[in-house]
């Protein structure tokens, strides 16, 4: 009789650690499954960016993001599914941003160190720079016009390469909190 339980007891057991271990092979191979991008898309992205090495492609909503690198800059091109290259976002040394970029950091964010900062252009020639920032009350991204001048504020936490979290600038996991769209206007008085 004590047999017979015992068997039962490891066979119940192998079969819970197994079914563990299969949700977990699963779970991986869900997140490593390629994006399919339509040869209108990867032309092109190829055509305008020849030389460039792909890291990966993203799906974005309707469109494509693709990570690459040019000449040794860490770059990404968002690509609408008829093949329009949307927007361009390189990274970008600190000292290489705008003059009046660097004077609001001083004035405003004084003692601390920027994470990061891209250069964004988008098709219609506009210019944006972003500068990333991790302060004590969290992550935030800071946006500036291509003269430097301060146009908006993105409060998020802080994710794995310490940048901010966009999609989720409260840091919760949700789809309809208010604060997600919050964003923080300059205002006329500083």
């Known amino acids: 009789m004590k047999t017979s339980r015992l068997v039962i007891a490891l066979t119940l057991l192998l079969f819970v650690f197994s079914a563990c271990e299969s949700e977990e092979g699963e779970e991986k191979s ?81 003692g601390i160190t920027p994470s990061g900062a891209e250069k964004a252009v988008e098709t219609n020639g506009n210019t944006l720079f972003e500068v990333q920032l991790n302060t004590e009350a969290g992550a935030v991204e800071l946006i500036f016009d291509g003269d430097g001048n301060f146009v908006e504020q993105k409060v998020g936490e802080a994710d794995e390469d310490g940048e901010g979290d966009e999609g989720d600038e409260d840091g919760e996991d949700d789809d309809d909190d208010e604060k997600d769209s919050k964003k923080v206007e300059k205002s006329d008085d500083k």
């Open 30 to 110: 869900t997140k490593s499954e390629a994006v399919e991008v339509p040869a209108v898309v990867s032309n092109a992205f190829s055509t305008r960016f020849a030389s460039a090495e792909v890291i990966n492609w993203e799906k974005e909503d309707d469109n494509f993001e693709v990570n690459f690198k040019m000449d040794g800059v860490a770059s990404s091109a968002e690509i609408d599914a008829s093949g329009n290259i949307l927007v361009v976002e390189s990274e970008v040394e600190l000292t290489a941003l705008p003059e009046a970029v660097t004077a609001y950091l001083s004035a405003n964010y004084s």
